[in-house]
């Protein structure tokens, strides 16, 4: 089941960067770590992943420890539309292995 | 485009009905899954087809049985609904390739209200 721990809930000033932590501290080498986000009950939309570099795409910056045992997703300037529960995934992509979604983040950005 | 799109959004129904949710992927993708998220918003597998396949099968209900024509598409087909059986039900599609790094993309939703 889940292999990840994040915290239940966090709150974010609109327009400054939210920073959302994931331990997974149980992580296999061949695993990357993956984030998603849901936003209210629509689909759960795909963020960005990462094995062991720092990675950042148009969404997100994902910072993973060199240890590999926690990461953090960074959103640079977040808006009010950034409001949804961030769920840490990790997983070793083939294989058909699957993908566990915990209890996430409820991230709350507040003007 | 959708990429990954189901039907019907909405279901309502009595107890003891039979019914089915459709969903198509247009990305190319070999496998796809079934999850359901129920009132406390947990988002549990229950199923995943690769090209066609039934590759996991999360101790569902027999009365549930997906069916996957082609690789593009996998259907959810719910006999004898139960109450326990209200919930949003979602649709994903992966690659699971050597090459990809297997991102789940979603679709929007299906929710089954059982009366």
């Known amino acids: 089941d889940a292999k990840t721990t994040q915290p239940t809930s966090m709150d974010c000033a609109e327009g400054r960067a939210a920073n959302l932590p994931c331990n997974h501290s149980?992580?296999?080498?061949?695993?990357?770590v993956y984030w998603y986000r849901q936003i209210h009950s629509q689909g759960p939309q795909y963020i960005i992943h990462?094995?062991?570099n720092n990675e950042t795409n148009e969404m997100a910056s994902l910072i993973i420890t060199e240890d590999r045992k926690s990461s953090t997703l960074i959103l640079p300037h977040a808006t009010l539309r950034d409001t949804a529960v961030y769920y840490c995934?990790?997983?070793?992509?083939?294989?058909?292995?699957?993908?566990?979604f915990g209890s996430g983040t409820k991230l709350n950005v507040k003007p | 485009d959708t990429a990954v799109s189901q039907t019907p959004k909405y279901l309502v129904t009595q107890m003891g009905n039979d019914k089915s949710i459709k969903c198509e992927q247009n990305l190319g993708h070999d496998t796809m899954y079934w999850y359901k998220q129920d009132s406390k918003k947990f988002l549990k597998i229950m199923f995943s087809y690769n090209n066609k396949e039934l590759i996991i099968n999360e101790t569902v209900p027999n009365r549930f049985s997906p069916k996957s024509p082609d690789k593009a598409h996998l259907n959810l087909h719910i006999n004898s609904l139960e109450l326990g059986d209200s919930a949003v039900y979602f649709c994903?599609?992966?690659?699971?390739?050597?090459?990809?790094?297997?991102?789940?993309?979603f679709g929007e939703g299906s929710r089954l209200t059982v009366l």
């Open positions: 995934i990790v997983r070793a992509p083939h294989n058909f292995n699957k993908f566990y």
């Open positions: 990462g094995l062991k």
């Open positions: 149980t992580i296999s080498g061949n695993e990357y």
């Open positions: 994903a599609s992966s690659q699971e390739g050597s090459a990809s790094t297997g991102e789940l993309f």
